[in-house]
């Protein structure tokens, strides 16, 4: 979630104004030498007052104000959380394995592992199953989501267990599934937070990952933020949202979820616009989302589109581009946890549970809500690979303008992926064209420059008569 901060400090304490209020209150034979003392530490807090408030603004940075630290009794670093989770996909072959992917770009390099869960090892066989790609930690300060991420993994290899749901009801649920899990999407701008900036959101070289993709990539609101916003020099200019893109656009899922925290929230999209998608998308994606809600949230989780609820308009996002180009029919972004009672400049304790129990529950809610993701999404979507036919759950949703409008038609598409590595083109010869423009202009003047030049240096040579 985007972090709005505040500076607003006082230059003099109560104790000071009391103090000389009460020296001048005590007439003239005191105040020679206690008020003298008393001015003097006045004057003091007032200098280190102002020098604190010029530091702070002067960095516009907010962590110099965070107060919490990062709770080690709660929290795994972040080597100690994936040197767990590779030894747990050694433990259980026969269900996870997990891929580390590494792209460098202009000097920056970054890694992304990806875990993936298919029972029995059966991954070339996805293409006939309901597949989820999830997402963690790709705000480096939200520790929260990527200590998510390590529980519902550690359900799926059943080494713990959800209350209320036998493993065999369990199992014949994951059956059907392959699922994809990021623990930690933006490692780099993890670390940044484990060496004390404990605001950073962004990565290693300060750019939000859920800013740079390419949906209306670049646009700035009136409250633009750099700290909090930066979308990079270009579209995927990160080698972390080039890892993701790549890893969306082969695996297809069927649902995509975005984890985030900073409050609680089940949003669709759009991000960028204070609009949900028309018709047969919007009715799936709630009927979803009110059953989680309902379910795991005590119906107090805010519902609706991410541009019209929470506040602002954020451009260039994932789960916008996860809709709109890869074309995942369900594209959501979580918010799991926010304390509104936290200072804005206390961002650990803003976007993170600072006691045991407060923090075991969300795990405990959370995993169970993403469990009835995997057991009431492919029954909403109806069978695999397949339209929505008559007598399935969402039958009564379809109505013949959804059909005019083509939209059963573009997602028939999907599976054979033409129209995604289309649309997905098209996004890149849009910013490559907008480059040979300004490219070209820039050429043209300084060729126009050079002529102008030329011409007025040239020598004039007189006719010589024959």
């Not at 003239?28 to 530490?41: E, K």
């Not at 633009?224 to 993701?244: K, R």
Request: aromatic fraction near 10%.
């Amino acid at each position: 979630m985007k972090h709005r901060t505040e500076a607003c400090f006082s230059s003099f304490s109560s104790s000071c104004f009391s103090t000389v209020s009460l020296v001048m209150g005590r007439g003239p034979r005191l105040l020679s030498l206690t008020s003298s003392f008393s001015i003097s530490f006045c004057f003091f807090a007032f200098l280190q007052d102002a020098v604190f408030l010029v530091v702070v603004n002067g960095n516009n940075n907010p962590n110099l104000m965070s107060w919490t630290p990062i709770d080690h009794d709660l929290y795994h670093s972040s080597s100690n959380l994936m040197e767990q989770i590779k030894a747990l996909v050694q433990r259980h072959p026969g269900k996870l394995n997990i891929e580390t992917v590494k792209s460098r770009n202009k000097g920056y390099q970054a890694e992304i592992s990806v875990v993936t869960y298919c029972r029995e090892g059966r991954e070339s066989d996805d293409g006939s199953k309901f597949r989820i790609l999830i997402s963690f930690g790709q705000h480096g300060r939200e520790l929260i989501t990527s200590e998510l991420a390590f529980r519902i993994l550690s359900i799926l290899s059943e080494e713990q267990f959800l209350p209320n749901m036998s493993p065999a009801s369990l199992n014949s649920i994951l059956d059907k599934l392959v699922i994809k899990v990021v623990p930690m999407e933006n490692l780099n701008g993890r670390k940044l937070v484990e060496a004390g900036d404990l605001c950073e959101r962004r990565n290693g070289r300060g750019v939000d990952l859920n800013r740079n993709w390419s949906v209306d990539w670049g646009k700035k609101e009136k409250d633009y933020d750099p700290y909090e916003e930066n979308p990079g020099t270009a579209p995927f200019s990160e080698p972390e949202t080039q890892i993701m893109r790549k890893l969306a656009v082969s695996f297809d899922p069927h649902v995509w979820v975005n984890v985030h925290s900073g409050m609680e929230a089940l949003f669709m999209p759009y991000d960028h616009k204070n609009t949900t998608p028309y018709g047969l998308p919007t009715h799936q994606m709630k009927l979803l989302l009110e059953e989680v809600n309902h379910l795991h949230c005590q119906k107090h989780c805010v519902i609706g589109s991410g541009g019209g609820s929470v506040g602002y308009l954020a451009h260039g996002t994932a789960t916008d581009f996860m809709y709109d180009v890869v074309k995942v029919p369900m594209a959501f972004t979580f918010e799991i946890y926010g304390n509104r009672a936290a200072s804005s400049n206390d961002c650990f304790k803003m976007f993170n549970p600072t006691d045991l129990t407060t923090f075991n529950r969300v795990l405990n809610d959370w995993s169970a809500a993403f469990f009835t993701i995997f057991k009431v999404g492919p029954r909403l979507l109806g069978e695999v690979g397949s339209k929505v036919l008559p007598g399935s759950n969402l039958a009564k949703w379809v109505s013949i303008d959804d059909y005019l409008d083509g939209y059963l038609m573009e997602r028939s598409s999907r599976y054979g992926k033409k129209m995604e590595v289309l649309e997905l083109g098209i996004q890149e010869i849009r910013t490559y064209f907008r480059l040979f423009l300004l490219s070209s202009v820039l050429l043209m003047f300084m060729f126009c420059a050079r002529i102008s030049k030329s011409k007025s240096n040239r020598q004039v040579i007189a006719s010589i008569p024959i």
